[in-house]
């Protein structure tokens, strides 16, 4: 399929440090990619991915959008909404979207930055700290609590089990017998002392919903359920949006003068915030199971293939950037693929962007002069599936 002499392997720890030059002679030469080694399809361009993803009969979520969850065929419990596919899939992600209504999320602004400052203020005079273990280890799970209403004492417990699962070793794979799902007991207690003591909080609204289920029977939510909601929710928003906040250390280590602009220019934050997540995306592929043949260029994919969508490429694509691996504050993004598109667009974009504006916000107001990174330090987190760091330690400029 491939005749070129491109390599591209989601688990080579070499390739991970830097996989962007191999997606763009991807998207040059090889845009349908077949890896035989671990026997996968890769699409790297722009305009295919959105056609994959928009096609989810053929390109299916229901054995998981993660290639160890698609190979090993597990069969998915039903409601976790991003391993899933319609009719299901659509009943439960409306439900859960209630959490995530605009308003609700606008109206955590006041408390996610009391929780950032109250994280950067003992730190005023520092020399220096770790990014990853002042604000991505604590300000995600933290917003999935207020969300939720997890009491705080069991938020870092929760946190803790998310990367845990999402950790592999250097190059290894993830074990899908020892994913987030397995540990959705840890919801359990809060659960049901919710259910036992209904509030006006979210997961009470969550609880006592009335929905047509897949058979058409109008009922709640199961406690099973529940418990699986509230795992993918801090599955899906914890290790992404904190490493969000990872390399927004490290692109403004590098690049102080565009740091003082935002500095001087607060009114820019958001869009940089925007720039960030679409340079450095996070996840860097999706996965779907094949359902049946279908032609990419001329060339088929056989049904039963796994196949690996690189949004990190669409990012970076030339048919739809200038200069793509430019970073550009100022750059007018009407479409990036960090979220993902169509059935399954990231349900907490618009709360991984407050939290994004939020953290930026609180930084330039705190130290203004910027910082820089002890590199020999800094190291990149091991998972095949979020690229960012699980050590970034910051000197402050003073
Ligand atoms: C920068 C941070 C984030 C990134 C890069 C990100 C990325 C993504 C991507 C690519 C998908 C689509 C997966 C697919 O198509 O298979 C997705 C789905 C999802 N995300 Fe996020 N996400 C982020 C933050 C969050 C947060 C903060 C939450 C919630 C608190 C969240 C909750 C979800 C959920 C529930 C889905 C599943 C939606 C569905 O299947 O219908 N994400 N996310």
Redesign the pocket.
């Given at each position: 399929m491939t005749t070129t002499d491109i390599y591209w392997d989601p688990f080579s720890t070499e390739i991970w440090e830097n996989p962007y030059p191999i997606y763009k002679q991807m998207r040059a030469e090889a845009p349908v990619y077949y890896n035989d080694q671990h026997d996968f399809y890769a699409f790297a361009q722009f305009d295919d991915i959105d056609r994959g993803?928009a096609d989810w009969k053929t390109f299916s979520?229901a054995r998981g959008?993660v290639y160890e969850f698609i190979k090993a065929g597990i069969d998915m419990p039903p409601g976790t909404?991003?391993m899933e596919d319609p009719p299901s899939?659509d009943i439960n992600?409306a439900l859960?979207a209630r959490l995530f209504a605009p308003r609700k999320v606008a109206a955590l602004e006041p408390q996610i930055r009391q929780f950032i400052a109250a994280q950067l203020d003992p730190l005023q005079d520092a020399d220096g700290f770790d990014l990853i273990d002042v604000l991505s280890d604590k300000v995600?799970m933290r917003v999935?609590g207020m969300?939720l209403g997890i009491p705080e004492e069991g938020q870092q417990a929760v946190r803790d089990q998310t990367v845990a699962s999402l950790a592999t070793a250097e190059g290894g794979q993830l074990d899908p017998a020892d994913s987030g799902f397995a540990h959705a007991e840890m919801f359990g207690s809060y659960i049901d002392w919710r259910m036992e003591h209904p509030s006006d909080d979210l997961m009470t609204e969550l609880l006592t919903a009335e929905f047509d289920d897949v058979n058409g029977v109008r009922r709640t939510l199961t406690r099973d359920e529940a418990l699986i909601y509230t795992t993918?929710?801090a599955g899906?928003?914890n290790e992404?949006?904190g490493q969000?906040i990872g390399w927004m250390g490290k692109i403004f280590a590098e690049r102080p003068d565009v740091y003082q602009e935002l500095v001087a220019d607060p009114e820019l934050i958001a869009n940089a915030v925007e720039e960030i997540?679409r340079l450095e995306?996070?996840?860097h592929a999706?996965g779907r199971y094949v359902t049946t043949d279908v032609e990419f260029h001329g060339q088929t994919i056989p049904a039963g293939s796994t196949a690996l969508f690189i949004?990190a490429s669409a990012n970076r694509d030339e048919s739809k950037y200038e200069d793509g691996d430019s970073f550009d504050i100022r750059r007018k993004i009407t479409q990036q693929r960090?979220?993902?598109v169509g059935?399954?667009?990231?349900?907490?974009?618009s709360?991984?962007r407050l939290e994004g504006r939020l953290v930026l916000d609180e930084l330039t107001k705190r130290f203004p002069k910027g910082w820089d990174v002890e590199w020999d330090k800094a190291k990149l987190a091991s998972t095949s599936t979020v690229r960012g760091w699980s050590t970034l330690p910051i000197v402050l400029n003073k």
């Open positions: 993803l979520s959008d909404v991003i899939h992600r859960l995600p999935i969300l993918v929710v899906a928003g992404t949006t969000l997540i995306p996070i996840g999706v949004i960090a979220f993902g059935a399954h667009y990231c349900l907490g974009a709360l991984a």
